[in-house]
């Protein structure tokens, strides 16, 4: 794919801050991250077809992806989500649903990474086929899909304003670590007994913690998104994580680095869009 100059994204009105971590700005500051990665997806030849065809559900379309990396796919785990969400919006879109991982780093000792971010790590999908942040706007490509970040956020504020939602979230999560340590094959007899024990401790505290009346608002949660290609599934999946320290201290901080900050990737996606709409008044 060519770029003509007036399309090409630039990062100059845009600053970084440094923000201290478990903060709800704790992913900010990596626009330069951003529009790299940006720019090397949209850089590749196939992608523009294969966003549409993800998009448009084409069942004949034939995927190209970069050599060694992984790429858009006919079908993820979010794609027609059969799972059971924990709310839908108003307007039928948008799900929140549940991390199937326990937020407990010590439940994978062997592969901390799995665990989830925050005992509050929800994340909402679209039923539309959007494959990820990047493929959210391209002006040569006539894609402005930039909204639906705003809107995934709004589902979430007003979903999480419902108490029943709240305690769905601790269910679901109290389940995700009896699953997890069911799976448990490294354990002897012991040691299974002092860990059920610690999951037993761990349910009540979230239960405690989540529950409690305003202890948790919506701007105590930041928004984050995975982008190609360090996203693990190909279809768009906003990260909700709970950041006080105390909903964090037992999770996993591995993937905070590659983590954008939601809000970030809307700037810097707007900012495109603005070059492009001045680009074309100058034409
Ligand atoms: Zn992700």
Redesign the pocket.
Known sequence: MSQTSANQPTTENLTEATQPSSSPSMFTGKIDQIHSQYVKFWAHESAPGDVAGYRNAVQSHVYTPPPGKQWIKASTPFTEFKGEPLAESGDGKLLLIGNRESFDEEQYPNDRKKAGMSMVHLMVIPKERLFNGLSLFSAPHGIDDIDIIDSMISMFREAWEDRTVREKVVAHQKKAIDDRHKDRTDLDEVARGKVLLRCEELKQELERLVLKEDALKFEDFAFGL?LWPE???GHL?M?VIATPTEFRKYSTKLHEAKTKDAYEVKEYLESLRSQAVAGHQNA
Do not use: E, G, P
């Open positions: 995975h996203n693990s599934v999946h990260h």
